[in-house]
């Protein structure tokens, strides 16, 4: 039934080989060619551009910092780079304390979604068919929906005259609203609300892998729920737990949006700080030397994971 | 991990996750400027919000975007993949795996600073592209999302029976033909959801599209970000439930379809 179509198909294909190939080009160089290009020239050439304004100077011009190359006085072409902005990044305790309250932020976030996400992976895992899909479909929803509004719908709530506040004044649990907007433990609740799905997909990938013979077996040999918890069931689901911190902790640590909406002007984070750099007080060459920083930074974690990986591949 | 203690584990969770959601809806039809004091029901900020052309123009600029991004990303995400999975050597073959997959963890402030810097330096030396705006911002997003579409694609490749295309290359079909003819109609349905995925990702960025962007091309996002900044305003909540409901009934409609698609291939 689907003759017409492949003798009709087989002529553009024809056309386009026969095109190709007055052209010099194979086929598969082309193919090659068109992903490789794109990300050579928008993904890594970027970073070579950050790399050398952060050894500029910032001055009053356009574009706002000095040129790499310079003629001397004499004709010769200088280099001008100096590893200025990295020393003071170093020296400066704004910085330093960016980038240590940012590792702190995201670690705290990534144990609390751990502790959130672990019973529901747990969970779904073992329900049976129809609610499992739907359990899992109703986490995966909230991440389909603008990640902008869930953080807005926090400030609603976290508000000293918002949902929870009233609700407790309502009840006459407390009579003074409690202060979370603008604090720490706002950014927290928004990074564990915004990346729990990043905990529970990986967590609920390995533990429905999880050979129920095991556990059977540890209970017939007199273990109780909880000994075959702590021996059989989380060991062995150490790999998903890794993946999905992982997948939390990382993006955390560059986080803007939430520290700016959620936090109080005192809440830190390296993410922040780059923004504020770029578009408050215009120094490009300081936020490139913050970024290429921050890069080690989130670089240093994934290499670990991958040796992790590797080893665990090769085992 | 028996007895009350996990039901009421799972119930706390998705109370937590959809709480924020469902007081965002209500407060949407509140009658009272305050938004979480509640002032009867209307429909007002709805009103205002049609009436709003700034955020009208930002929401057609996001779609306009969204819209080429995710096809752009689709087509090289795929074709990244398609290399990655089909040919096994070839000069930059590791370049390649990392350049595609890094921007899943690359924080979006060090994409947005780094792409808009390499925008400026172009300009000074190329004249290209002159000046910054949607083109940019198409360009930021497409190289991002084809980091997803090409792990979505990429899956669906290796999973998929080789024999196939193997079959159509004994019977004298030439490469071209047997992409076209046999692998794309194979994975077009992970290529949809890749493309959803983009489309999506790309209607909710805000940061990178912030740095890359120029006069006149602001997004949804951004207009909504300095909206929300100075405080709450009932009209974003209205904006936010329209979002929200067009995305419910999207997913379930596709969840529908696919069950309906899995109950007839059976």
């Known amino acids: ?315 | 991990m028996r007895g009350w203690f996990l039901p009421v584990a799972v119930l706390l969770g998705f109370i937590f996750l959809y709480a924020p959601i469902i007081s965002l809806v209500v407060f949407s039809f509140n009658d009272s400027r305050l938004v979480t004091v509640w002032g009867g029901f209307s429909t007002r900020w709805y009103g205002a919000l049609m009436n709003d052309r700034q955020i009208i123009g930002a929401a057609w600029v996001s779609l306009k975007v969204a819209f080429f991004s995710a096809t752009l990303a689709t087509i090289i995400g795929t074709l990244g993949a398609f290399v990655l999975t089909r040919f096994s050597r070839f000069t930059g073959r590791l370049l390649l795996t990392g350049m595609i997959t890094a921007p899943l963890v690359m924080p979006e402030v060090i994409t947005g600073l780094s792409l808009l810097l390499l925008f400026i330096s172009m300009e000074l030396s190329l004249g290209w592209p002159a000046g910054r705006g949607m083109t940019t911002v198409i360009i930021a997003h497409t190289t991002f999302c084809a980091a997803f579409v090409a792990v979505i694609a990429q899956s669906r490749l290796r999973s998929m029976d080789e024999s196939l295309e193997e079959a159509a290359r004994d019977l004298g079909a030439g490469p071209v033909r047997v992409f076209f003819d046999v692998t794309l109609p194979v994975i077009t349905p992970a290529l949809v959801s890749g493309w959803l995925l983009a489309f999506t990702l790309s209607l909710d960025d805000l940061v990178i599209a912030s740095f890359v962007t120029g006069p006149g091309a602001s997004t949804l996002p951004m207009v909504i970000f300095s909206k929300v900044r100075l405080g709450v305003s009932p009209d974003v909540n209205a904006l936010a439930t329209i979002i929200i409901g067009f995305v419910f009934v999207a997913v379930l409609a596709a969840g529908w379809l696919m069950r309906k698609q899995m109950s007839k291939g059976l």
């Not at chain 1, 280099?79 to 330093?96: G, K, M, P, V």
């Not at chain 1, 009840?171 to 927290?188: E, K, N, S």
């Not at chain 1, 490009?284 to 890069?295: D, K």
């Not at chain 1, 991958?306 to 665990?312: D, F, G, K, L």
């Open chain 1, 1 to 315: 039934m689907n003759a017409g179509k492949v003798i009709t198909g087989s002529a553009p294909w024809r056309g386009t080989a026969w095109a190709m190939g007055k052209l010099g080009l194979s086929g598969r160089t082309l193919v090659i060619a068109i992903p490789m290009l794109w990300l050579l020239v928008f993904f890594l050439a970027p970073f070579f551009v950050l790399g050398r304004i952060s050894l500029a100077e910032a001055i009053i011009a356009r574009p706002p910092y000095t040129p790499l190359f310079e003629r001397g006085p004499d004709g010769s072409l200088e280099i001008i780079a100096s590893l200025e902005n990295y020393r003071f990044l170093l020296t400066d305790a704004l910085y330093r304390n960016a980038y240590l309250s940012s590792i702190r932020i995201a670690a705290v976030s990534t144990i609390f979604a751990l502790l959130i996400g672990y019973p529901m992976a747990y969970f779904i895992a073992r329900a049976p068919e129809p609610r499992r899909s739907l359990l899992l479909l109703l986490v995966i929803l909230p991440f389909w929906t603008s990640f902008l509004l869930r953080v807005y719908a926090w400030m609603g709530f976290l508000r000293s005259n918002g949902v929870i506040n009233n609700m407790l004044m309502g009840m006459g649990v407390i009579d003074q609203p409690l202060v979370m907007m603008q604090t720490d433990f706002a950014v927290y609740i928004g990074i564990v609300y915004t990346y729990l799905p990043f905990m529970i997909l990986p967590l609920y990938a390995n533990l429905t892998k999880l050979d129920g013979a095991l556990l059977e077996a540890a209970s017939d040999l007199g273990a109780s729920p909880m000994v075959t918890f702590f021996t059989v069931t989380l060991p062995l689901s150490l790999p998903g737990i890794v993946a999905g911190s992982m997948l939390v902790f990382i993006p955390a640590i560059g986080e803007y949006v939430i520290p700016a909406l959620l936090g109080g002007p005192d809440t830190l984070m390296i993410g922040r700080v780059l923004w504020d750099e770029f578009f408050g007080s215009r120094d490009w060459p300081v936020a490139s030397a913050v970024a290429i920083v921050m890069l080690v930074l989130v670089v240093a974690p994934i290499m670990w994971l991958q040796s992790v990986q590797n080893r665990r591949g090769t085992e």
